[in-house]
């Protein structure tokens, strides 16, 4: 409430401060009527003498001019275009305002500026006219505060968005936001941060210039941004004055390899709208990725084109993306009075008793007057659905144009090249739009796809996007300060300030980059108690520190919030024991079994041996002859089956099911002794009286 008491009492003054033009014979509304005039003001506001407006007047005096001739549409009436210059002023924009206002309009279409759209936005919501922006993109000009405000063109809060996906795209986690210091450019880059957030990133810092600044107010603020540690710059400017931007970017080295420079769609803007390409132009801007909106293919497009250099009021050879969004505003506002007329509606305007003349003022206030059905004609604009020579124009709950998509340029040579496109539907992609909304959504990381950049330097190795600012401090790194177990990490009194384990694994992995870190170890804690380590990786991403050593775990809701290492180290419950030093000798080939073992195995093959002889020696002359003979006979069986060597054939029944039997048993001995033999030979064996959870207990080892 208070804000809006502030607005209307700003508006009351600026009321004050106007001295109204003296009124002319009128041709075009009429306060009241009861069938269709004949004529219908539409008023257009922007700065004509711009990047944006000489390209946007010649396509609004074509598209008055297409709509008058076409019968179709109005078809005994005729619109009249009121035009009136802004001049680049927010003071002087909305005395144009109220000077346009006094022509009865039912419709404003403009300004280009976000800044003056937000001071006539209050003028129009009092007298109920439309405002139709085809430049302002603003993304706050679309909160519930300006019900009678509607953009006709993209919205930034997208382009911010597509800026952030580009950023994530090529891994980068801070950016430096160069921009205007005005409601166009504050609202933007503050979209643009919160859209990096949503991607683990940040804007580092915010180099913020006055309108008009001069070369060098410019100039001191980038080489304050040079001194910084990120090298991706966002540049969100106003298209009449953004070229110097660079201008002295190129005087100071920052137009060469490791910068990286993105620029929002008033780059493009400038270039489209040039006469020709001049090389000390493209000079400064080689290596530049821009963004542009998406206009897609089509007849009445080409035809447009093909139409520009025969249009009135032309200026320029070539026009921007702008000029079509002010044709189709035109169209827009043709279409949707059709339908207002077809519905019954008039035209009238009515005093506003809140705008009147004090005694012996020669304000004229009530020239003001409010368009009684212009809540009806809103409704109607924002319902409306019709292609013009962007696409489809149709609105969304938000007051948003449905479908924003934008075109991702690479500046090179003499010109651009596209190197792939944006949407809210399906992100990053080298398929146009108009193909991806024919299939499902799909915004994974994996579905991202743009083509190669050529990047400042004319290298396609895609910049670090950060170097070690000269005016930087060294990286402030936490590490916890045990009380206890001080083998992982504690207090040192040498100069790096801490040593342990993992001081030794961090300084072992910085020292394998390419580059040097500087860092400076800070201690959490007193070193009386183990410090609470949740609050060492909170603190780490509240950024008090930029990053924390130590023996950290990695549990779910840590890794919300920060970014873990692959783990070096695992944590659980394991039994530390001393290795087992035993000194070799010819006997080492006895130590996998015990001697009750061998004693054992001995005594069961001599036993297997003589269970065969008594059960073949019958009916098995192998197994006959002397008792000197018989008895070699059962020793040579018996050892010899340890090895599968055995000659003598088992013919009873029984005999052989016993030797089946033995031989599973003699595999078993063997790959028992041929594991552990192995097992000796070449692993270290550690040795601890600690079996069980009883033998834990029972004994007075330490524990923790």
């Known amino acids: 409430m208070e804000a809006y008491g502030f607005r209307r009492r700003a508006f009351l003054l600026i009321c004050c401060m106007w001295v109204p033009m003296e009124v002319m014979g009128r041709t075009g509304n009429a306060s009241s009527s009861s069938s269709k005039p004949n004529v219908v003001n539409v008023g257009a506001l922007f700065t004509l003498n711009s990047v944006i407006g000489r390209s946007a007047k010649p396509a609004m005096a074509a598209a008055v001019d297409d709509v008058n001739s076409d019968s179709s549409v109005l078809a005994e009436t005729k619109l009249n275009l009121v035009l009136h210059d802004t001049n680049c002023s927010g003071f002087l924009g909305t005395i144009e305002a109220l000077q346009l206002m006094e022509k009865e309009v039912i419709a404003v279409i403009g300004p280009q500026s976000s800044g003056i759209a937000h001071v006539v936005s209050h003028v129009v919501n009092e007298l109920?006219?439309?405002?139709?922006?085809?430049?302002?993109?603003?993304?706050?000009?679309?909160?519930?505060?300006?019900?009678?405000?509607?953009?006709?063109?993209?919205?930034?809060?997208?382009?911010?968005?597509?800026?952030?996906?580009?950023?994530?795209?090529?891994?980068?986690?801070?950016?430096?936001?160069?921009?205007?210091?005005?409601?166009?450019?504050?609202?933007?880059?503050?979209?643009?941060?919160?859209?990096?957030?949503?991607?683990?990133?940040?804007?580092?810092?915010?180099?913020?210039?006055?309108?008009?600044?001069?070369?060098?107010?410019?100039?001191?603020?980038?080489?304050?941004?040079?001194?910084?540690?990120?090298?991706?710059?966002?540049?969100?400017?106003?298209?009449?004055?953004?070229?110097?931007?660079?201008?002295?970017?190129?005087?100071?080295?920052?137009?060469?390899?490791?910068?990286?420079?993105?620029?929002?769609?008033?780059?493009?803007?400038?270039?489209?709208?040039?006469?020709?390409?001049?090389?000390?132009?493209?000079?400064?801007?080689?290596?530049?990725?821009?963004?542009?909106?998406?206009?897609?293919?089509?007849?009445?497009?080409?035809?447009?084109?093909?139409?520009?250099?025969?249009?009135?009021?032309?200026?320029?050879?070539?026009?921007?993306?702008?000029?079509?969004?002010?044709?189709?505003?035109?169209?827009?506002?043709?279409r949707a009075l059709d339908v207002f007329f077809n519905e019954g509606g008039n035209i009238s305007f009515s005093n506003d008793p809140k705008l009147h003349d004090t005694n012996g003022s020669t304000l004229h206030l009530t020239a003001l007057r409010t368009f009684d059905e212009g809540q009806k004609l809103l409704q109607i604009l924002l319902a409306m659905n019709l292609t013009g020579l962007t696409g489809q124009i149709q609105f969304d709950s938000e007051k948003n144009l449905i479908h924003p998509a934008f075109d991702i340029l690479n500046i090179g040579g003499t010109g651009s090249r596209r190197i792939g496109y944006w949407t809210n539907y399906s992100g990053l992609s080298f398929v146009a739009p108009e193909i991806l909304y024919k299939k499902p959504p799909n915004t994974s990381a994996s579905n991202q796809h743009l083509y190669s950049v050529i990047w400042p330097g004319e290298t396609t190795n895609q910049p670090r996007g950060w170097v070690f600012p000269n005016n930087g401090k060294p990286l402030q790194i936490a590490v916890p300060y045990r009380a206890s177990y001080k083998e992982f990490v504690t207090k040192d009194?040498?100069?790096?300030?801490?040593?342990?384990?993992?001081?030794?694994?961090?300084?072992?992995?910085?020292?394998?980059?390419?580059?040097?870190?500087?860092?400076?170890?800070?201690?959490?804690?007193?070193?009386?108690?183990?410090?609470?380590?949740?609050?060492?990786?909170?603190?780490?991403?509240?950024?008090?520190?930029?990053?924390?050593?130590?023996?950290?775990?990695?549990?779910?809701?840590?890794?919300?919030?920060?970014?873990?290492?692959?783990?070096?180290?695992?944590?659980?419950?394991?039994?530390?024991?001393?290795?087992?030093?035993?000194?070799?000798?010819?006997?080492?080939?006895?130590?996998?079994?015990?001697?009750?073992?061998?004693?054992?195995?001995?005594?069961?093959?001599l036993f297997v041996g003589a269970v065969v002889w008594i059960l073949e020696h019958r009916m098995n002359h192998e197994f006959r002859g002397p008792p000197s003979q018989q008895l070699m006979t059962i020793f040579w069986f018996s050892f010899s089956t340890m090895f599968f060597a055995h000659r003598e054939n088992t013919v009873s029944t029984l005999g052989r099911l016993v030797l089946i039997l033995w031989l599973f048993v003699v595999l078993i001995i063997n790959s028992s002794y041929t594991a552990s033999l192995t097992s000796i030979l070449t692993v270290q064996q550690l040795t601890s009286r600690i079996e069980g959870i009883d033998s834990l207990i029972s004994s007075t080892d330490p524990i923790g």
């Open 493 to 605: 009194k040498g100069p790096p300030g801490a040593r342990g384990y993992c001081i030794d694994v961090f300084e072992a992995a910085v020292n394998l980059l390419p580059y040097p870190v500087p860092r400076t170890y800070i201690l959490y804690g007193n070193g009386l108690i183990n410090p609470v380590y949740s609050n060492l990786v909170h603190d780490v991403a509240q950024n008090k520190y930029d990053a924390g050593v130590g023996d950290i775990t990695i549990v779910t809701n840590r890794t919300k919030i920060v970014d873990f290492t692959q783990p070096y180290m695992e944590s659980g419950l394991v039994i530390v024991a001393p290795v087992k030093k035993r000194d070799s000798s010819a006997w080492a080939f006895l130590r996998p079994f015990t001697w009750q073992m061998w004693c054992v195995t001995g005594a069961a093959f």
């Open 128 to 334: 109920h006219v439309p405002l139709l922006s085809f430049g302002a993109t603003d993304s706050t000009l679309s909160a519930l505060q300006y019900p009678y405000f509607l953009r006709t063109t993209e919205s930034d809060y997208f382009q911010m968005y597509a800026i952030a996906d580009l950023v994530e795209y090529y891994g980068w986690k801070e950016v430096i936001a160069i921009y205007v210091d005005d409601d166009y450019g504050r609202s933007g880059i503050s979209v643009l941060g919160d859209a990096l957030a949503k991607k683990r990133a940040k804007i580092s810092f915010k180099a913020a210039f006055t309108p008009r600044a001069p070369r060098s107010d410019i100039n001191d603020l980038l080489v304050g941004v040079n001194l910084m540690e990120s090298r991706v710059y966002i540049v969100h400017v106003n298209p009449d004055s953004g070229l110097t931007i660079f201008s002295v970017a190129k005087h100071l080295g920052m137009m060469t390899n490791g910068y990286v420079w993105i620029a929002t769609d008033w780059l493009p803007a400038v270039l489209d709208s040039s006469e020709s390409v001049d090389p000390d132009t493209m000079d400064l801007l080689q290596g530049v990725v821009a963004l542009r909106h998406h206009i897609p293919d089509s007849d009445v497009k080409r035809s447009f084109t093909s139409r520009w250099k025969n249009l009135r009021y032309k200026e320029t050879s070539s026009f921007n993306t702008y000029a079509l969004y002010a044709y189709d505003s035109v169209w827009l506002v043709a």
